[in-house]
């Protein structure tokens, strides 16, 4: 028997988030909290000052994968007018995707010579431009430095002018305390922003690029893909499956202690 995925408590407050937008009472500064709850998150909320309105693309694919699992349960349920407005929400998430991947990519790509471009596209850039010799990029909406890069160069001038020039083996090991009360609310969004501020440093304080750290990815990733792993238990580390030392009596003197092809 195929057993439908269905939580009562995230429904509920779907339902009441949907009766806020029908209604256009709106839910103000508990709004924040309704849709916390009706994303899924079954935990105690503390309460998280709005620094930013813009989604990142993380948030984005979360509540794309809860919308698209909301619809999932109504149509399961029988309940298509819910399962109509989750779907409704994932083509706007899918469509916004889009555009801000299509924002992200120039719409021109201008070579310049003594400040001034030379095939003729000044009437469309406009204003009296000057750049360097050599070609640029040119976007349809203004690029500014990502969120994510400009609060990683503040926490790294702060955490300079903190704790100074120290190794990083004392935030690695204050990670790993960070992680497990991760562990024990993994809702809560600041215990995550624990986890990446003490990573970056430990990455800044040992000198290591993200380039060098993506090598190390790629041929990790590879080595996983190779291993055997058990069936994995929800709460539970999943170790790969190690293989069996090779017994001694397998062994050779000739071998100076290496086991028998």
């Known amino acids: 028997m195929k057993f439908i995925r269905f939580n009562l408590w995230r429904w509920l407050w779907g339902r009441v988030w949907l009766l806020s937008e029908r209604s256009g009472t709106g839910l103000g500064r508990f709004a924040p909290w309704v849709f916390h709850q009706a994303t899924g998150c079954d935990t105690k909320f503390n309460k998280v000052k ?67 471009p030379v095939d003729g596209t000044t ?74 501020f003490l990573l970056w440093d430990a990455q800044m304080r040992m000198g290591i690029s993200d380039e060098f750290i993506t090598w190390a990815m790629v041929e990790k990733l590879a080595i996983n893909k190779a291993r055997q792993w058990p069936e994995p238990k929800d709460g539970e580390p999943c170790l790969h499956i190690k293989e069996p030392p090779v017994p001694e009596s397998q062994w050779t003197h000739e071998s100076n202690g290496e086991p028998n092809e």
């Open 50 to 116: 709005m620094m930013d309105a813009r989604l990142t693309e993380a948030q984005l694919l979360f509540r794309l994968q809860e919308f698209s699992g909301a619809e999932q349960d109504a149509i399961a349920m029988g309940d298509h007018e819910f399962a109509r407005e989750c779907a409704d929400v994932v083509s706007i998430i899918r469509e916004l995707q889009a555009c801000r991947e299509a924002a992200d990519k120039p719409v021109l790509n201008v070579l310049f010579k003594n400040g001034w």
């Open 123 to 196: 009437g469309i850039i406009g204003g009296s431009p000057s750049f360097p010799d050599g070609y640029h990029d040119f976007y349809a909406t203004p690029q500014q430095e990502p969120g994510r890069k400009r609060v990683r160069r503040e926490h790294a001038a702060w955490s300079l002018a903190t704790f100074g020039d120290v190794g990083p083996v004392g935030p690695l090991k204050h990670l790993s305390r960070e992680a497990l009360e991760a562990a024990a609310n993994p809702c809560d969004p600041f215990e995550w922003a624990d986890m990446q």
